[in-house]
């Protein structure tokens, strides 16, 4: 009897050390590296630019959910709680953080010296004194750079193409980005040489884009560029869409979500590039390579779409030039 129950007992004890083998295996494995997603923006306009940014990830080797936990922090357009989520991740310990953006960028730069960063932006980061230069960032940050700034006075050219004759462009900006003004200046300059004059509108919330696109139509313009740096403006790309078609406005934005969306030309450069390529660089760094000795990487895809149903709507011909140059005309 006593033999029996010794038995069962070593059974028993057997079963429960079993049991507890996996839990013990697992806690002595390494943890899943954590990287930390910013972005000023909201994430519903953003889901291509995150699978791009994962793609990049999966092609160094690392699978979110599996082999890398990703932290996603999005302040909905409100600028003034990026920096207070940048601290949230660096009190977190993240392996990396991804700033994506240019206010998510310099939001971390100043929050950590220690942690990684990886950044997308559409401007210059030695200008804005993020790295000391593009080909050693030195410290601990690097990225990359798309054309969005840059291209900025190709959109007033397709303007001029698109209404022939036209001599205002409306340009909608939000101030409260620190990329627009560079952006801003630079399409000045570029107006100035075409012989146009720019209008400016300014919008920082929603509230705002009733009353400009309410007056829009007492203004001389014909046309609108909305400026393409701004996460803001582009994490409501469907909204703005919809109110160019409902006020008849022809406009031009840098995304393609913006003419899929309705709007009636988008050109910029290749945003979902540049996330792939952050992502890259995510994992490289997971793996022990220094941002400081990762070399900025720089876009150079710059991509046209054209909404045609949009175009007849607004009664628009568009040119047969620009169609022969674009990416992907909607029909």
């Known amino acids: 009897m006593i033999a029996k129950l010794k038995r069962r007992e070593f059974i028993t004890l057997l079963s429960g050390a079993a049991a507890a083998w996996p839990l013990a295996a697992r806690a002595q494995q390494p943890s899943m ?7 000023s923006a909201s994430p519903e306009p953003y889901a291509r630019m995150v699978a791009a940014f994962r793609q990049g990830l999966n092609e160094k080797g690392y699978v979110a959910g599996q082999s890398v936990a ?3 922090r999005w302040a909905e357009g409100r600028y003034d709680r990026v920096p207070e989520m940048a601290g949230e991740l660096v009190r977190r310990q993240v392996a990396v953080i991804a700033a994506t953006g240019t206010p998510a960028m310099l939001a971390a730069k100043a929050a ?3 942690i990684p960063i990886v950044f997308t932006t559409g401007t210059d980061p030695v200008q804005l004194g993020v790295v000391t230069s593009l080909n050693r960032p030195g410290g601990n940050v690097t990225g990359v750079t798309t054309l969005n700034v840059e291209v900025a006075p190709k ?4 303007a001029r193409e698109l209404i022939p004759g036209t001599s205002t462009v409306a340009v909608l900006i939000n101030r409260t980005n620190p990329e627009t003004e560079t952006e801003l200046r630079i399409m000045q300059t570029a107006a100035s040489a075409l012989g146009l004059q720019l209008h400016v509108l300014d919008a920082s919330t929603e509230h705002d884009f009733d009353t400009i696109f309410a007056a829009l139509h007492q203004t001389p313009a014909r046309v609108l560029v909305i400026a393409g740096a701004d996460p803001f403006l ?3 790309s469907e909204q703005l869409a919809e109110l160019t078609v409902r006020h008849a406005v022809p406009a031009i934005f840098q995304f393609r979500e913006f003419v899929a969306a309705g709007g009636l030309i988008s050109y910029g450069g290749s ?3 540049a996330y792939r390529q952050a992502g890259i660089y995510a994992g490289r760094i997971l793996k022990g390579e220094k941002p400081g000795e990762l070399p900025v990487q720089q876009a150079t895809k710059v991509e046209l779409f054209v909404n045609l149903k949009t175009a007849r709507t607004l009664g628009l011909t568009v040119p047969t030039a620009l169609l022969v140059r674009a990416d992907e005309v909607i029909e």
């Open 33 to 39: 590296p954590v990287i930390g997603f910013l972005n």
């Open 70 to 72: 990703i932290e996603y």
């Open 112 to 114: 950590t010296t220690a």
């Open 155 to 158: 959109r007033l050219e397709l």
């Open 234 to 236: 582009i994490s409501r």
């Open 271 to 273: 945003v979902t590039d």
